[in-house]
């Protein structure tokens, strides 16, 4: 994150630039519509993507898997604004998605780390998440860099269109600059998250529940534990959960809970009650001092306290940490999990 701050953001002056997004920013700026394109993590980053552009540019907002979206025939506009986002910047699907849309005359942004690859080369333009590379198969720093190079994108375009107060502007700048911060205080909950871990591996399920902003950390929390630790979890938007998922709960069901001080914080309060009352396990990332959730909750992980809108770059630390120490305790290699590529092309 710090890296992709780094040069484009100054918020004491006010400044955030993405130096890659230049030429065609007009079509982003009056887009009828942006299309979100992506796979797996990547995916999920353009979930939280919707949230934020929806919330700060007031511009609708698609989120498609790529590798749905380019075998259907989708409707695209001349107008749309698509915005593709890949971590390895090879991803086959990704990459045959973007020249679908790009043969009905969208104008393509990307948003990849690997500089020169395939995708940021088919896309019109776009800013690189500068994350370094991946040293696991599964996409980690990814995420949070991804997040953040799509919220400066959306809070470029909502100051443009005016859409967000110069005040408001400033302060979500400054409190950008200081998350860097907050996740470094945030990984040091790691050995408490550990000692979680060593409760749970074995574990058969899991369920992972958020909402608004974090619904699509709920489903990158999953992912990742299905991924690195093979053990089958859901993510669901907790407000889900009575359609459904609650059939699941019972005392051998730990829930993961995201279940910060955010404007939906109450009613996930009432979604750990319900679990509780069916005698769900449950595990909730808490905001440092919640009593409240701590009286009720059988563990929790405080992480610091940020906007609603920037959540999502810290509540995701500690789901990559819960999946990395399962893992490793079930003697997976998370580096190297098994039937998983690296890149993706084919
Ligand atoms: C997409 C992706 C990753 C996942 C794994 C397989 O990759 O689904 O999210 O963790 O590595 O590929 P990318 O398009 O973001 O490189």
């Known amino acids: 994150v710090h890296n992709c701050l780094r040069g484009r953001l100054i918020a004491e002056k006010g400044h955030l630039q993405l130096g890659g997004i230049n030429k065609y920013i ?112 599964a996409s980690t720093k990814a995420f949070t860099a991804q997040v953040t190079v799509l919220l400066m994108m959306a809070l470029m375009i909502a100051k443009k269109r005016q859409n967000v107060a110069e005040a408001q502007f400033s302060e979500l700048l400054y409190e950008l600059e200081s998350i860097p911060e907050k996740i470094a205080k945030t990984l040091k909950i790691n050995e408490e998250i550990e000692k979680i871990a060593h409760i749970y591996q074995h574990s058969s399920n899991m369920i992972y529940l958020g909402r608004g902003y974090n619904f699509p950390v709920a489903l990158e929390g999953a992912l990742k534990l299905k991924e690195i630790s093979y053990i089958h979890a859901e993510g669901y938007p907790a407000a889900e959960m009575k359609h459904g998922p609650i059939a699941l709960i019972d005392e051998e069901m730990p829930v993961v809970f995201i279940a910060i001080k955010d ?84």
């Open 263 to 346: 404007n939906s914080y109450e009613k996930v309060v009432s979604n750990i009650q319900e679990v509780k009352a069916r005698k769900g396990r449950v595990i909730a990332i808490v905001n440092e001092g919640d009593n409240l959730i701590s009286s009720m909750a059988d563990h929790v992980i405080e992480i610091p306290a940020t906007y609603d809108v920037l959540t999502p770059l810290l509540t995701v630390i500690p789901l990559q940490l819960l999946a990395y120490h399962i893992a490793v305790l079930r003697g997976c290699n998370v580096d190297q999990p098994r039937n998983l590529a690296k890149s993706v092309t084919v």
């Open 26 to 137: 007009d079509r982003l700026l009056y887009a009828k519509r942006i299309i979100i394109l992506g796979c797996g993590t990547s995916w999920h980053a353009g979930l939280v993507a919707e949230y934020i552009f929806e919330e700060l540019a007031r511009i609708p907002v698609e989120v498609e898997y790529a590798s749905e979206f380019r075998y259907r025939n989708p409707i695209i506009y001349p107008d749309d604004a698509v915005i593709a986002i890949s971590q390895s910047g090879e991803t086959a699907d990704t990459l045959a998605a973007i020249e679908l849309a790009k043969s009905k005359g969208a104008t393509i942004f990307g948003v990849c780390n690997v500089v020169g690859s395939s995708i940021a080369r088919a896309t019109h333009e776009g800013a690189y998440t500068h994350a370094g590379p991946e040293i696991g198969v």
